[in-house]
Every structure is written in C-alpha cells, then in structure tokens.
C-alpha cells in the first residue's frame, strides 16, 4: 500500500518539449513539501529525468521522520527532537520509529524486555572476533558480523517473514549493542562482558563496554543521560546515503541481516557517518598545529581535497538541530564530569572563525551532528574507532523502521535509469 498522499484536488506542472505539453500532478506533503510526480514520465513521453546524487530528487513518500533543512527542524513521527531528548529514553525512540507512536508504560516495559531476551549473542558467532585481525576497523567487523547473522537466524526478508519482525528487529537493535562491545573488548585484549538482564539499554551498552572481571565498572547517570541522548539525535534522518542503502538492497528481496550490514558498510564512509571519527583527526591536528586559520583556508582552497570535517550538510542549509543540542550537552557534560578538554576549545573557535568567513557562509555550511559528538564519546571513554559504530548503533531503529516501510509500500526493486553517453554501435565500424 502505497504512502502517496491522496490525489484531491490535484495541481499540476506542465513540461513543454518541442510540440508536446505534459502535465504532471503535483503531490504535496503533511508538511507543505511540493513535488512533481513524473513516476508516468517514462511511460507516456519515453523521457527520463537526470539528477545524479539525487540532489532534486524525492525517491520515495515516508511516514517516518521529517528534516526541513531551512529551518532546522527534524522530527520523528510528528515528535520533535527536543521533546525526546528531553523527556524520553532512546528505547522508547527506537519504539516510536518502529511502530509509529511512543510506547505506554506497559508497552515500554514489554519491548525492554524483547530487547533483553535478544541481547545474547549466538555462542559460535563470538568466535567469529577472534578471527579478524586485531587492527581491523570495528565498521567493517560489524558489516561482516551483520551480514553472518542471516545465517544463524531465520530469514526476514520483503517476501517472507519466518520470524515475527518485532522480534528480528529487537534482534537487530539488541545483538548490535552487545556485538559492538565485544569488538571493543575483542580490540583491546579483555575477555568480553555478557549483558545484565537487570540494566536497561544504555547502561548496559556501558557495562560491556567498560566492565571488566577485575573491575566493575560504576555506572553513572550522566553518562547514560548523554548516551540516551546521543543515541536519540542519531536515531533517524529521513533519506540518508545509508537509509537509502537500505531500501535499496532491501528492495532486491534481501534479507534483513544483509540489508543492514549494507547500511552499516555505506554508514562507515567519513562524507556520511565516519565523519565523526574524522572530526577528532582534525581537531587533534589542529591543536597539534595551533593554527585554526591554517585549516580554514585549506578547507577553502579548491586545489586541496581537505575539508572542514563535521560541517556542511546535503539537506541543512542552517545549523543540524542536532548540532546545537550536542554542542550545549557537550559543555555541559564535561563540566559536569570536571573534564578540560582542548578539543572542545578548538572546536567553538573553528566554529566561530568559520561563520564568520563568507566561504562557509555563502555556501551555508554549518557544524553537522558529527561536529560536537566525539568530544563527547572521548569524555564518556568510547575510542575513536567506535564513534562510527555508535552512530550505527543509534541508526539501527531508523533503518529497521525504513525497511519495513519500503516494503509495506514499494513492491518494485528500485532500479534508476541513466543517459548512456558512451560509444555507439556505429563507431564500431
Ligand atoms: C551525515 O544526509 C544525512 O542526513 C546525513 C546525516 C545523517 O544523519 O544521516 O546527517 C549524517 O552524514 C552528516 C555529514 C557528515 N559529513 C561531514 O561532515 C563531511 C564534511 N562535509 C562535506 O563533505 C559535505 O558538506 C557533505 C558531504 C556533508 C554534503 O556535501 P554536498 O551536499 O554534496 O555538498 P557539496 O560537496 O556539493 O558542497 C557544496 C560546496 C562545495 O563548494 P563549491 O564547489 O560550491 O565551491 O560547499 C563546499 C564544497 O566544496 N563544502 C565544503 C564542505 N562541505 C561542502 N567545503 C569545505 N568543508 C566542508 N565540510
């Protein structure tokens, strides 16, 4: 069934071409977007758009979350980014993406406990880590664990669900957070830590990661309360290079392991998630350097391939909502934890010298949710090979949420057409 908003009272566009006028319906959303609807095109003028990156192009009609990139707005399901990092947890975010409004008590409770019974991980899956060689990057180990998944557990793809998908995705959301951990441990040498059936999400994530037989680690609530936030600004963002990875291999008929493992793999490069991690290179070299001016201007010299990691963004042509709750919880949480990071010095005044240069300006090229974030996962203890995976971790509910729309609505395999402008059969001769 089809998301496309009903057709009353249509508008529509013409298209001129030499003798011909086409009409084409314009469709407009719950939230005033306006878009012509050329899914005839083809069909009655044997004509194709061209777009390449998708950059004026809306390639499906969703439900789940709306980013208007003038004004800074994002929400889930109708419910604004604020009011969740504010009063909820990210559990009960992930609940709300999946199942399209926020959980009762009862319900919240009920899906906690889903999430606990799936967070084990198979036994001969934990040996898989001893295998992969002890530099390899957490990204690609969880890409490859993702994708071995769908050979321990039953399929769940568009066609057949052999497994209740509430289930697959409590799986999906519960098995990456303890497979995450044992990558750390794995990494660092330590024996892995088994999930506690009596912490919640977040502060379980923190037990595995930190606990050890020799030392078990305090929980402290500040430190839940930013990762629950963290977690929740990186939940979901509508049509992103890896959510639309997603519905793309997910389209094919895939199964949901591997369609995952196929947005955690687009999720690793530093344009899209790995910018995180990139952010911290630059502010290390920068502070290293003690020369912010320096990395400005490389930033804007076309002759260098450098840019100013953690700023810019396809859709937001003002500040990353996101970017301005993390900066604020940033300072906040490292005062709080008496943690005098330079990094966060660094970063406020390239911030403050870039938006006032006429290149970021002009281009409206702001902080981005990767720009504040890793001076926070540095202050809480996550090394900077797993900020990507955190990323992930937080986008799994949004890309479960993504897939099961695409195939509730979308019945075709999405398959982009192209204008061949190579040699022609007649060159041959
Ligand atoms: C995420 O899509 C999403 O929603 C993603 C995300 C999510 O939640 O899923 O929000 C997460 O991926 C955030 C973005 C993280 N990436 C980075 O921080 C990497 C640095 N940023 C850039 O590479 C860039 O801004 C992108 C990739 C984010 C967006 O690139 P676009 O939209 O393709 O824009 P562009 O590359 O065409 O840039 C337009 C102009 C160019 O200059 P001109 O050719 O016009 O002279 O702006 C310049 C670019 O050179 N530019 C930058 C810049 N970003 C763009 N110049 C210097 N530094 C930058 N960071």
Redesign the pocket.
């Known amino acids: 069934m089809s998301n496309k908003p009903k057709e009353s009272g249509v508008e529509y566009a013409e298209l001129k071409y030499k003798d011909k006028v086409i009409k084409l319906p314009i469709v407009i959303g719950t939230e005033g977007e306006v878009g012509i609807d050329i899914a005839e095109l083809r069909k009655t003028t044997g004509m194709v758009t061209v777009d390449p990156?998708f950059l004026n192009t809306a390639v499906c009609y969703s439900k789940i979350t709306y980013?208007d990139g003038e004004n800074g707005i994002l929400h889930y399901r109708g419910v604004s980014v604020d009011e969740l990092v504010k009063n909820h947890r990210f559990v009960e975010t992930a609940y709300l993406l999946l199942r399209g409004k926020l959980p009762k008590a009862d319900q919240s409770k009920r899906f906690s406990k889903l999430l606990n019974e799936h967070s084990l991980l198979h036994e001969d899956m934990r040996h898989f880590f001893d295998r992969f060689p002890r530099a390899a990057h957490p990204m690609q180990i969880m890409s490859t664990m993702f994708d071995a998944l769908s050979t321990f557990y039953p399929n769940v793809d568009a066609l057949s669900m052999r497994e209740d998908i509430d289930i697959c995705a409590a799986r999906l959301i519960s098995t990456f957070r303890t497979m995450a951990a044992f990558a750390y441990k794995r990494s660092i040498g330590e024996p892995v830590v088994y999930p506690r059936s009596d912490l919640p999400y977040c502060a379980n994530f923190l037990h595995m990661m930190f606990s050890s037989p020799v030392n078990p680690y305090e929980i402290n609530p500040e430190v839940v309360k930013i990762l629950n936030t963290l977690l929740i600004l990186?939940a979901d963002?509508?049509q992103?290079?890896?959510?639309t990875a997603v519905r793309t291999v997910g389209s094919a008929q895939v199964n949901l392991y591997s369609t995952i493992s196929a947005g955690i793999s687009a999720l690793s490069g530093?344009?899209?998630?790995g910018?995180n991690q990139?952010?911290i290179d630059m502010l290390k070299r920068i502070v290293k350097d003690g020369d912010v001016k320096k990395y400005i201007d490389k930033?804007?010299d076309?002759n260098s391939s450098f840019?100013?990691?953690?700023?810019?963004?396809?859709?937001y042509k003002t500040f990353?909502p996101r970017a301005v709750i993390i900066k604020k919880a940033c300072h906040d949480f490292l005062a709080t934890m008496n943690i005098n990071d330079p990094l966060l010095e660094v970063a406020m005044h390239l911030e403050e010298v870039a938006l006032k240069d006429d290149y970021f300006v002009s281009?409206n090229?702001y902080p981005?949710?990767?720009f504040y974030s890793g001076i926070i996962y540095r202050a809480i203890g996550i090394p900077e090979n797993m900020f990507t995976v955190m990323f992930a971790l937080a986008?799994m509910p949004g890309w479960i949420a993504h897939w099961k729309e695409m195939i509730s609505s979308q019945t075709k395999i999405t398959r982009p057409r192209q204008i061949y402008v190579g040699k022609t059969m007649k060159h041959e001769k």
């Open positions: 990156s980013v990186h963002h509508e992103n290079c890896s959510t530093p344009l899209h998630g910018a990139a952010v930033a804007k076309k840019r100013l990691m953690g700023f810019g963004h396809r859709v990353d281009r090229l981005n949710v990767d986008r």
